[in-house]
């Protein structure tokens, strides 16, 4: 299973864009990569999914480079409620799902 | 979003007790997991169930550890003769297993867990 790195922790302030990387270097030929967050005592909750390139929804965008051996998690204008904790994930199935230990995002008023 | 329940929201039993920790998915999927994360720790894998049987499990998932899916709705996790170390959340989460116009293979959706205090 591909091993992912993440900062531990960042801050932001209300209204700027955030962006969180990762780094799977061992990612192989057939792993997604997911984006989950997670608030205290709430279950992790899904929030972007891609393979390669780039990938956009209604609440983030994910930047995959060519080499896929990391991803971007773009946050355009955080709010207070975007504080949590981010985890990104590697996988080929959806029976392996191991989690890092993620980003702590506080986002500052 | 598929809707999971778990049930209880705590427990709270004594060392050496048994636990069942139920899973109620309101539509119906093919995969089952559970996970647990310990209070200031990462979340971990320990079990993924499909058609009725374990298709994968972690280190953690060891004898004192069990899931069946009783009824065909309910999924359960049990824990025999429960350890301090095993107090923690616990989370089951679902996957239908298929590329969908809405989420995709590897989108797990995630219950609100049960927390778990052993005694």
């Known amino acids: 299973l591909a091993k992912t790195t993440q900062p531990i922790s960042m801050d932001s302030y209300e209204g700027q864009e955030v962006n969180i990387t990762c780094s799977h270097n061992?990612?192989?030929?057939?792993?997604?990569i997911t984006w989950y967050q997670q608030f205290p005592s709430q279950g992790p909750r899904f929030i972007i999914q891609?393979?390669?390139t780039k990938v956009t929804n209604e609440v983030a965008s994910l930047f995959i480079p060519a080499d896929r051996k990391s991803s971007t998690l773009s946050l355009p204008r955080v709010s207070l409620s975007d504080t949590a904790v981010y985890y990104c994930?590697?996988?080929?199935?959806?029976?392996?799902?191991?989690f890092g230990t993620g980003t702590s995002l506080t986002v500052i008023p | 979003e598929p809707e999971v329940t778990q049930t209880p929201s705590h427990q709270v039993t004594q060392m050496g007790q048994e636990v069942i920790l139920r899973c109620v998915p309101i539509?119906?999927?093919?995969?089952f997991y559970w996970y647990r994360q310990i209070l200031g720790q990462k979340v971990e894998f320990l079990v993924s169930?499909?058609?009725?049987?374990?298709?994968?499990k972690s280190e953690i998932f060891d004898d004192q550890f069990s899931v069946e899916r009783p009824d065909g709705s309910n999924f359960t996790l049990k824990i025999r003769s429960t350890k301090l170390e095993d107090s923690a959340m616990y989370f089951c989460?679902?996957?239908?297993?298929?590329?969908?116009?809405?989420?995709?293979?590897?989108?797990?959706?995630f219950g609100p867990g049960t927390r778990l205090t052993v005694l």
């Open positions: 994930l590697v996988g080929i199935t959806g029976n392996q799902f191991y």
């Open positions: 989460a679902i996957n239908n297993g298929l590329l969908h116009l809405e989420f995709s293979y590897n989108e797990q959706f």
């Open positions: 539509s119906n999927h093919l995969y």
């Open positions: 891609g393979y390669k």
């Open positions: 061992n990612i192989a030929t057939n792993d997604y």
């Open positions: 169930f499909y058609n009725n049987e374990i298709s994968e």
